[in-house]
């Protein structure tokens, strides 16, 4: 097997020197269609500009809107070189798995690889000696991460809509309940749309969120681009002791890692995923081009008085009601699009427990059962902020920066040249940052969470 993957190394090495888009570092279609006819065959498959929208969709939500409060945590000058830096981070990482995921497909005869799969067989079938046998390791290690990070998304995008439903509903009626009352009238409302499954049928959701997501954000640029205060009123550069929380919440505004494979898995044409001008590599522009904008001017309107999300900073007008329903759609009809990263880790760990015939009903029951669960981790722990910049701090390190790297690592070894190899180097300068990443982060959202709670 390793002289398989080393011709195929060989033969993308070759389509590389004859080209500069990525997209020629994997098989074509029809290459991988002689391989395996059942290659990227599906009766619900989506196309170039419906992948689009579900990764712009899986990356912008409150982690967007978190932005302003990223920003507070690093500075404006600061805010904007990191945000710059995280995007090109996570555009390699991403586009660095998919490629790896499409070389397995291509060597494995498979028609798509999940996340986890390709970090068991990369383990498995990859150049790194130490690495052989422990693909179940890997695989298990992925999927850990996996449940982390998008049942916090989801559980996020759950505190978020009670927030929302509470400020609309006291404006309007003189009441004080608890957002926890908020919070399971939300899950009423969210969990028909939670037990969505097929991408092409969550399709129209995202494009609608979407509408409903850059409508409320142009309102919201509209209103904190009037009467802007000096740059000169906010700090350049943060403490750096408050680093680690803008760090993990870019990461949480910016990362769909998740999402990605699933979304690639299931194009008509793969092979316009990746490449300069790929799937991709929009999204990502459009997606780092976003928090950039709405974390500088929010920060810069509001500063240090700015919430978890800018959203939440609107006027109590009719105007900022609007913006809020807007906002709380586009969270809604993206909650199934997230959930989709969850319910693929938990029903491939038990859908060999039922029977076939009953696969269809229990598959929906163990989704219905996530989509509640979300609900009591949200009533558990109802604070915005601090919670996105733990599941930033602790999934999308790991699931965007670690894991990817570890995968190409592993895959890629060079036995001639060893631990000096550049691309070596390079995937355990991504670990560390990742660790640090990690634990720096996790130990600020720790702090945040006890002081809120004291």
């Not at 930033?392 to 699931?399: E, K, L, P, Q, T």
Request: one cysteine or more; a neutral charge; aromatic letters at 10%.
């Amino acid at each position: 097997m390793d002289t398989q993957l080393a011709t195929i190394q060989t033969t993308l090495e070759i389509k590389t020197a004859e080209s500069n888009s990525c997209a020629d570092l994997v098989p074509r279609k029809e290459e991988q269609q002689e391989k395996n006819p059942n290659t990227r065959e599906f009766k619900h498959a989506t196309t170039d500009f419906e992948t689009f929208l579900h990764i712009i969709k899986a990356s912008l939500g409150s982690g967007l809107l978190a932005t302003p409060d990223a920003f507070k945590n690093a500075g404006i000058a600061l805010g904007l070189i990191g945000t710059a830096m995280a995007v090109a981070a996570i555009t390699h990482t991403t586009a660095m798995l998919v490629r790896n995921s499409q070389t397995l497909c291509y060597m494995l005869k498979k028609p798509f690889l999940t996340y986890f799969e390709t970090a068991e067989y990369a383990f498995e079938y990859g150049n790194l000696p130490a690495a052989k046998g422990h693909g179940g390791l890997a695989r298990r290690f992925v999927k850990l991460f996996s449940l982390i990070t998008y049942y916090g998304v989801n559980t996020i995008y759950m505190v978020l809509i009670a927030s929302t439903i509470k400020q609309l509903v006291e404006t309007r009626i003189d009441t004080q309940w608890n957002i926890r009352w908020y919070i399971l009238l939300a899950l009423i409302i969210i969990l028909p749309v939670g037990v969505i499954k097929l991408m092409k049928f969550l399709a129209p959701f995202s494009a609608f969120a979407n509408v409903c997501l850059f409508g409320g954000l142009g309102i919201i640029l509209c209103r904190i681009l009037r009467d802007l205060p000096p740059v000169s009123s906010r700090p350049l550069v943060a403490p750096i002791e408050k680093i680690p929380l803008f760090i993990s919440t870019i990461l949480f505004g910016c990362e769909g890692i998740g999402i990605v494979l699933p979304a690639e898995n299931e194009m008509k044409n793969p092979d316009h995923f990746l490449g300069w001008t790929g799937v991709l590599s929009w999204s990502m522009f459009c997606i780092g081009i976003s928090n950039a904008i709405v974390g500088f001017f929010g920060y810069l309107k509001f500063g240090d008085e700015v919430q978890g999300s800018i959203s939440l900073n609107m006027q109590d007008d009719w105007i900022s009601e609007l913006v809020k329903i807007l906002i709380a759609l586009a969270i809604l009809f993206s909650y199934g699009l997230q959930m989709t990263v969850t319910s693929e880790v938990v029903w491939d760990s038990v859908k060999d427990r039922f029977h076939k015939n009953n696969s269809k009903k229990a598959y929906y029951c163990v989704r219905s059962s996530l989509v509640v669960g979300t609900a009591v981790v949200a009533a558990v722990i109802p604070n915005l902020a601090p919670i996105i910049s733990l599941f930033g701090a602790v999934g999308f390190s790991m699931m965007g920066l670690f894991c990817p790297a570890v995968i190409d690592l592993v895959l890629y070894y060079d036995p001639e040249r060893g631990w000096t190899d550049w691309r070596c180097l390079k995937n355990i300068l991504l670990m560390l940052a990742a660790l640090a990443a990690t634990l720096l982060g996790t130990y600020s959202s720790m702090v945040d969470i006890i002081t809120n709670y004291e």
